[in-house]
T-cell receptor, first 113, second 112 residues
Framework: AQSVTQLGSHVSVSEGALVLLRCNYS??????LFWYVQYPNQGLQLLLK??????LVKGINGFEAEFKKSETSFHLTKPSAHMSDAAEYFC???????????FGEGTQLTVNP | AAGVIQSPRHLIKEKRETATLKCYPI?????VYWYQQGPGQDPQFLIS???????DKGSIPDRFSAQQFSDYHSELNMSSLELGDSALYFC???????????FGPGTRLTVL
């Protein structure tokens, strides 16, 4: 079985500041890890994913995440926050292609001017 | 690029009624997933289909059933609706060899 814990249900940053959203996972097999973003009343959009290979993955809109097996973490970062980054962010894990996603509880990101 | 299509986008039903949600995957995607997202909650996996066969089952109530048709579209049938079924229902699709699931815009079901 796999699970995801997102530390901090709400994160607030100033525009231009570093964004750090935390995600820790538990999986009995090597995980596939994902970050999705959800804007109000919209669907889920994939920001980035880790399957195998390079542990630092870059995604859309300037986001990146690093897979750290020793820490069972997959934290999401962005060097400089934009107002348009305000949204709900979900970390998710699966055990492979064609497998269900298990989501964390989400982190609401607020960007202050 | 074509995306996952869900219909209807909004649905209002009374308690004990039935509802049918439809999902049209991205062309050439052979796997469909259904998720339920309650208010302020994370999406929860319900059920998935690969090549028209059920491939995995999650926390789907017995009152719900789903299937995938020969054209790969899927339908989620919900009977004896309860107030607690009010949620956003997402469909996602993927190719079986791919890790990425592409999500539709969701159907917002409100049960009164």
């Amino acid at each position: 079985a796999q699970s995801v814990t997102q530390l901090g249900s709400h994160v607030s940053v100033s525009e231009g500041a570093l964004v750090l959203l935390r995600c820790n996972y538990s999986s009995s097999v090597p995980p596939y890890l994902f970050w999705y973003v959800q804007y109000p009343n919209q669907g889920l959009q994939l920001l980035l994913k880790y399957t195998t290979g390079a542990t630092l993955v870059k995604g859309i809109n300037g986001f990146e995440a690093e897979f750290k097996k020793s820490e069972t973490s997959f934290h999401l970062t962005k060097p400089s926050a934009h107002m348009s980054d305000a949204a709900e962010y979900f970390c998710a894990v699966s055990v492979g292609s064609g497998s269900r996603l298990t989501f964390g509880e989400g982190t609401q990101l607020t960007v202050n001017p | 690029a074509a995306g996952v299509i869900q219909s209807p986008r909004h649905l209002i039903k009374e308690k004990r009624e039935t509802a049918t949600l439809k999902c049209y995957p991205i062309p050439r995607h052979d796997t469909v997933y259904w998720y339920q997202q309650g208010p302020g909650q994370d999406p929860q996996f319900l059920i998935s289909f690969y090549e028209k066969m059920q491939s995995d089952k999650g926390s789907i109530p017995d009152r719900f059933s789903a299937q995938q048709f020969s054209d790969y579209h899927s339908e989620l049938n919900m009977s004896s609706l309860e107030l607690g079924d009010s949620a956003l229902y997402f469909c996602a699709s993927s190719v079986s060899s791919g890790s990425e699931q592409f999500f539709g815009p969701g159907t917002r079901l409100t049960v009164l």
